[in-house]
């Protein structure tokens, strides 16, 4: 096996795959582009949407204002709501968005505010519109209010003070610091994310130099010239890890920069602090490569078997939807890998991923994970090999 | 430098069974010849030439090229062979000098050599004009002497061609043929495969005509045409086939 042989191949893939505009367009333009792009967009409609329906007034309707004149009141008081005077059907403006909210008073209400009983108001909105919850909002607000108001005059009448209605306070402190703050929401969809953009980042590279040269007819170049079948898959493969490795970080910096860009999105998550330690970053990487080796390795071999890009696309797509699933576990909370199911590939990085971004570093799992997608990769590459000495599977058509 | 000794290749196929595709061929080429190979599609030409270029193993039979056993030896037999065929297809993304210093490299070869036979190639095939543009901008007799070019690169002694006029028109044919009549008298050995009687008529020094995997005849143009009725290389052609079939 000679180094400069499997440098030749790679040097080889990687030139033609950024030759390639769908690279350029997959890796570069999408990411770092479309995706900034069209969170903002996303978050700027969102903020105008949202804006609008917080300026504009609640058109509300009430039946029975003349039995509670004072909570009357205090809604028309309330500066963003507007009480219309209705004489038709007023459930069907509450459909058609012309009415907000509908609020309904009993006849018995000033009886059984003298009487210290409950009052059972009726407030009718529809939960699917934003301007009709925002009505319900303000609606809410005024009651607590004024029923603040009625809970005062009645413990004055009774000569007790405002504390008496809270006997314990609960303080609380969060004793979560920052990084570990940033850590377990970044572990939730982190591991997810880098496990999707590992093989997305590979799928089209993969295929492109195994099933793709077949179907172009230029595997046969390659078999006569004196570099061994093992040199050129190895040569494939490290192409199709730095491809896929390097896809991912700019898919990461990308979606970061879509997450910031998204304006609603990003008051969300102010203040909070990006620290991940150099120890963790490091840990990261070491559980990082073998996965992109294995995502690499099992999808050039799949690319060699196939006859060509359209075989081995249809090949590829259950094994992707699978690598979904394992990343979707890891996003489902309160699952927890026991030491065997770190021998699962894609399963194990995933949950490695997520401990380490808690700050948690459990070496048994390290190492196990990393060993097991070593090896799930090396027989891959082996395999890959093996196809690549296979005439039926060189040639069949 | 190549003999062929009870060459056989045979497939299986899970639903046609055992397909004999070539059948105990023998022959041989010397240096500064042209060996034709004529059949029409489905003899087995391009199993026979897939085998001596190392793609694929043979199922019986021994071949040596140039003294070395192609099975025991196939690294150092790639070495001594250039092989072209519709099979081995250029890459669209790169320039005829980025494609030919790729082939020169995984030959072997060092960048100085490399750099040097290539402007002597590009001179004779007269490639220079569009040595730097990329291939998928290439016209077809263009990207057919870059093919000739790669193959010969790395100056092997044999020449393995599988049909390499097919597709083009009569003008780039003529010049391709031209080609390997050059390399013939620099002292190639060349195995041509093609289905064009007036090809082999021009260019070949021996002749062999594979039918359904058999080899039926051979010889010189000559001596085929004192075995046959006929004078024209395609009425023997057809005469030796139907006795083929016949036979059956």
């Not at chain 1, 572990?187 to 997810?192: E, F, G, T």
């Not at chain 1, 249809?314 to 699933?325: A, E, N, Q, R």
């Not at chain 2, 016209?139 to 002694?157: E, F, Y």
């Not at chain 2, 050059?182 to 021009?202: L, P, V, W």
């Amino acid at each position: 096996m000679s180094w400069k042989n499997i440098k030749l191949i790679f040097i080889k893939e990687l030139v033609g795959t950024i030759r390639d505009k769908r690279t350029i367009i997959a890796m570069i333009i999408i990411p770092l582009i479309f995706y900034p792009l069209l969170f903002a967009g996303i978050g700027y409609f969102n903020k105008v949407g949202s804006m609008k329906s917080e300026e504009a007034a609640s058109k509300i309707i009430i039946y029975g204002a003349e039995f509670a004149p004072q909570l009357v009141k205090h809604l028309q008081d309330y500066e963003k709501i507007e009480i219309l005077v209705i004489e038709d059907d007023s459930p069907s403006k509450l459909q058609n968005g012309d009415i907000q909210a509908v609020l309904v008073i009993p006849s018995d209400y000033k009886e059984k505010i003298e009487q210290e009983e409950p009052n059972k108001l009726m407030l009718k909105y529809d939960a699917t519109e934003a301007k009709s919850r925002i009505a319900k909002q303000r609606i809410d607000q005024v009651i607590e209010k004024y029923q603040g108001e009625i809970l005062l005059q009645r413990l004055s009448r009774l000569n007790l003070k405002e504390e008496f209605l809270t006997p314990l306070i609960l303080q609380e402190e969060n004793i979560a610091t920052a990084e570990k703050i940033t850590g377990s929401f970044l572990a939730v969809l982190l591991p997810y994310l880098i496990i999707i953009l590992i093989f997305t980042g590979a799928m089209h590279t993969a295929v492109d130099i195994t099933a793709g040269e077949k179907e172009r007819g230029t595997i046969a170049t390659l078999l006569v010239s004196q570099i061994s079948r093992l040199e050129i898959v190895l040569g494939k493969c490290f192409a199709v890890m730095l491809i896929s490795f390097t896809s991912m970080v700019l898919g990461l910096f990308g979606l970061t920069l879509a997450f910031l860009s998204g304006t609603s999105i990003a008051r969300g998550i102010e203040g909070v602090k990006f620290g991940i330690s150099v120890n963790t970053i490091f840990l990261l990487f070491l559980v990082l490569f073998p996965l992109v080796g294995l995502a690499s390795a099992v999808l050039v071999m799949v690319g060699i078997f196939a006859r060509n890009i359209r075989e081995a696309s249809s090949y590829i797509t259950p094994i992707y939807m699978l690598t979904i699933f394992l990343g979707i576990i890891s996003i489902s909370q309160g699952i927890e890998l026991t030491g065997k199911m770190f021998l699962v590939p894609v399963l194990n990085s995933s949950f490695v991923f997520k401990e380490l971004l808690m700050g948690k570093i459990y070496w048994s799992h390290i190492i196990t994970t990393f060993s097991a997608n070593i090896i799930i990769a090396g027989i891959a590459l082996f395999g890959a090999t093996r196809l690549f000495n296979q005439e039926e599977v060189l040639f069949r058509s | 430098m190549i003999q062929v000794e009870g060459l056989t290749k045979i497939f299986h196929d899970k639903k046609r069974g055992k397909i004999v595709a070539v059948n105990n061929l023998q022959f041989n080429c010397q240096k500064g010849q042209v060996f034709g190979l004529l059949g029409p599609n489905g003899a087995g030409k391009t199993t026979t030439l897939r085998i001596l270029a190392t793609m694929i193993l043979p199922t019986k039979g021994e071949i040596m090229v140039n003294g070395l056993d192609i099975v025991k030896h196939a690294a150092k037999v790639r070495r001594q062979i250039g092989f072209l065929s519709s099979e081995t297809g250029l890459y669209d993304r790169f320039t005829p000098r980025e494609t030919i210093l790729f082939f020169g490299r995984i030959n072997g070869m060092a960048d100085k050599i490399i750099e040097k036979r290539m402007a002597e190639i590009f001179q004779n095939l007269d490639m220079k004009d569009f040595q730097d543009v990329r291939v998928n901008k290439l016209s077809t007799g263009m990207k057919q002497k870059l093919s000739i070019a790669r193959s010969i690169i790395h100056n092997p002694p044999v020449l393995i061609l599988d049909e390499p006029t097919v597709g083009l028109d009569i003008i780039t044919a003529k010049t391709v043929i031209e080609y390997v009549k050059s390399f013939r008298d620099q002292g190639k050995c060349i195995i041509y495969s093609t289905h064009i009687m007036r090809e082999a008529e021009k260019l070949c020094d021996k002749i062999a005509i594979i039918h359904q995997g058999n080899l039926i005849a051979q010889g010189t143009l000559e001596e085929l045409k004192k075995n046959s009725l006929f004078d024209d290389l395609e009425e023997i052609f057809f005469e030796l086939i139907n006795q083929g079939e016949n036979q059956e």
